[in-house]
């Protein structure tokens, strides 16, 4: 019974939503196209009762995914039906008391069941108002006197027969009314005033027959149950009581129209006859001639006054166009989700330069020569000049990073992992679809399918369901408020086992990529070592070089000191320290042409590898689409499988 209470509630409460929307556009129509026909009028507000009378009924209704994309809702690994359990989030261990999880699946709301029993009372209501407003509309028409006028009753004849009616309505006088009146869709009867009728003209009254018969070969009466019936089950809204209205004026502005077609002449008698008829109650089963207000009255006689209407193309298509987009039960639901975006594109990194080798110092000036003395001697070996102190280190460069693996994607084999330990016994199972930690839906299901389960549920709900049905046989659980259910129809079960297989499948599809992307990852981050490697010896090789370089520029300065006096050695010593330092430029730039190639090679390497990690991002991002597309679709056909099944009766209830 709850489930059904909540379901009605639900559909009423989507339903005066579209009412609102499509009440609305209707209005907007009609007021910017104002020679629109008033049959067209009448059967565009007619088609408001459509709508609301099949939101309630209608037990599939379109979705129409325009709401926020909820987060990607990952697979969760689940193992052991049982208790207690222990969550795995992110390595750490959270132990958590299933107690909670029970106790969140309460009964329905007590507000819930106070506003379905004012719903049902308000119907119960208009049901009693209409009932009585059908048994005073009978008593008039058996307190009325049958018609022995003769003449009007061949008239009356003659007036069916160019209406294109089988049979002309029963034709009674009655003194409680004030003008014509068509009563009842079954075994219709036409009441005729009996105090206005000797005073009423030929004409007048030809015409009033006219109006009335025109409402019976349009079959007003049949039609007009339909809005009846709208404003009884959404008596609370007051913009389906609008369109009701509006239908009804519509409806009587059509027969005026079809009453003066062809008869320009006749538009100001006729409106003569409506004032002169004026206005009257209209009667609960039945249409009247006369007007029901002033303002009724009042846009009656302004539409006599148009005499040009649209092409009836135009109305045909507008009415085509709400028949389309406005009769259908709607509901909007969440967009699919967005793919994961795709890892960005790994860049080589840069080998740093070598440090500059610091200049040598200037040679010394050389010592003055002394003044000659009388007796000549050579002069004094000036003392060496002092060491020069070396600069200081350069800093080794920081060796680069190594680029992390792109995270893969999250598959059933990457989503947190939930420890459920009873005992000693062990289930492992695989579930798609929303498992709620913390707060149960109203509604949940969990469609078990061997090791792979399609789930809208809690935490509670997916334990529960282990203990209702622990056999390892395909089932459908289902908790519906407080009520929970059984479903092991072997054909509805078959029906959904096709798109859970294709769910399944796009998992391990997914999985399979994530672990290639991590095979690749592993390697971009040992090419990274290796680049980073190389970066690193360079380093060190040009702070070494830079070492040697002061130190034999220091040397050579002393020894340019020592043989100052022999030219020819200073200059085989400058030859051979020059010849020395080609060689070493030499070797080093073969070493350094030798690291450049190797880490343009682990650079092209690393671009490859990172232009295989866009391809296999695209291959998951095309599968994240089809899973969330194949989410959506298992989770119709399961809601409907679901009301099918409570419908017919194979549901099996759990106590």
Request: glycine share 4%; proline share 10%.
């Amino acid at each position: 019974m709850e489930t059904q209470m909540m379901e009605l509630l639900t559909r009423l409460a989507w339903t005066s939503v579209q009412s609102a929307v499509l009440v609305a556009l209707v209005w907007g129509v009609c007021r910017l196209l104002p020679r629109l026909p008033a049959a067209t009028r009448c059967r565009l507000w007619w088609l408001v009762a459509v709508q609301a009378v099949l939101g309630l009924v209608w037990s599939s209704p379109l979705e129409l995914a325009v709401l926020p994309a909820p987060g990607i809702e990952t697979a969760t690994r689940v193992e052991a039906p049982l208790l207690p359990v222990q969550l795995e989030l992110n390595g750490a261990a959270v132990a958590t008391d299933p107690a909670p999880f029970v106790a969140a699946t309460s009964p329905v709301p007590s507000w819930q069941t106070a506003l379905f029993a004012l719903w049902a009372a308000g119907v119960l209501v208009m049901l009693l108002h209409s009932l009585r407003a059908y048994r005073q509309s009978r008593a008039l028409v058996r307190s009325a006197a049958p018609c022995t006028d003769a003449g009007l009753q061949q008239a009356l004849q003659l007036a069916a027969e160019a209406h294109g009616l089988a049979r002309a309505p029963q034709l009674k006088i009655s003194a409680q009314i004030t003008s014509p009146q068509l009563i009842g869709p079954w075994n219709p009867v036409l009441l005729l005033p009996a105090r206005e009728l000797p005073a009423m003209a030929a004409d007048d009254l030809d015409m009033a027959l006219t109006h009335e018969l025109v409402h019976l070969q349009r079959r007003d009466l049949w039609w007009g149950l339909l809005p009846s019936l709208a404003q009884h089950l959404l008596f609370f809204h007051p913009l389906v009581h609008l369109a009701a209205r509006e239908y009804a004026l519509a409806r009587e502005e059509a027969c005026d129209s079809a009453v003066v077609a062809g008869h320009g002449h006749c538009r100001h008698d006729y409106g003569r006859l409506l004032v002169q008829l004026g206005v009257a109650p209209r009667p609960a089963v039945g249409v009247a001639s006369a007007s029901p207000n002033f303002r009724s009255l009042k846009r009656r006689l302004l539409t006599l006054q148009q005499t040009g209407s649209l092409p009836r193309v135009v109305s045909v298509g507008v009415t085509a166009l709400f028949v389309l987009v406005g009769v259908a039960p709607l509901r909007l639901v969440a967009a699919v989700p967005p793919p994961p975006p795709a890892p960005p594109a790994l860049a080589a990194p840069a080998v740093p330069a070598a440090p500059a080798v610091p200049a040598a110092p200037p040679a010394p000036p050389a010592a003055a020569a002394p003044k000659p003395a009388p007796a000549p001697r050579p002069a004094a070996a000036p003392r060496a000049p002092a060491m020069p102190a070396a600069p200081a280190a350069p800093e080794a460069p920081a060796a680069p990073r190594a680029p992390a693996a792109p995270p893969a994607p999250p598959h059933p084999d990457h989503a947190s992992r939930m420890h459920i330990n009873s005992g000693d016994s062990s289930t492992t199972l695989i579930t798609q679809g929303r498992l709620d930690l913390s707060h149960p839906p109203s509604q949940a299901y969990v469609l078990r399918m061997g090791k792979d389960n399609f789930v809208d549920a809690s935490m509670a709900d997916l334990t529960q369901s282990q203990r209702d049905a622990p056999s390892g046989e395909p089932v459908l659980w289902v908790r519906r408020g407080t009520d929970r259910y059984v479903i092991r129809d072997p054909a509805l079960i078959r029906s959904l086992s096709q798109s859970q297989k294709e769910i399944a499948d796009l998992g391990r599809a997914q999985g399979a990529l994530g672990e290639q992307q991590g095979r690749l990852g592993e390697q971009q981050g040992r090419l990274g070592e290796r680049m980073a490697a190389l970066s690193l010896q360079a380093s060190r090789e040009a702070l070494n070089a830079s070492r040697e370089a002061m130190q034999m520029d220091a040397a050579e300065i002393a020894n340019q000191a020592a043989h100052q006096g022999s030219s020819d050695a200073t200059r085989a010593l400058a030859a051979r320290r020059a010849s020395d330092r080609a060689r070493e430029k030499a070797v080093q730039a073969r070493t350094d042409q030798d690291r450049q190639q190797q880490t343009e090679q682990a650079a092209r390497q690393q671009a490859e590898l990172a232009r295989q990690q866009q391809g296999l991002a695209r291959q998951q991002e095309a599968l994240a689409q089809r899973q969330s597309v194949a989410s959506a679709k298992v989770a119709r056909d399961v809601r409907s499988a679901i009301d099918q099944a409570l419908a017919n009766g194979t549901a099996q209830r759990v106590n």
